[in-house]
């Protein structure tokens, strides 16, 4: 990211590069969640579970 935190209204950017295994380009499909933490103090808490075991930690 351009900055580790963003103020509110305040633009930032971020560039994904993907690479494979070997460390070579990769084309493909990615996830990015952005969020205000600040909710969390209001709210008691996050109220949702990790994206990380949402996507990939499920059984079929």
Do not use: M
């Not at 971020?14 to 909710?39: A, C, H, M, Q, W």
């Amino acid at each position: 990211p351009a900055k580790r935190r963003v103020k509110p209204g305040e633009k930032s950017s971020l560039r994904i590069i993907l690479k494979d295994e070997n460390g070579d380009p990769f084309e493909g499909t990615t996830v990015v969640t952005v969020y205000d933490k600040s909710l969390e103090a209001i709210a008691g808490g996050p109220n949702t579970r990790s994206i990380q075991d949402f996507f990939w930690n499920w059984t079929r």
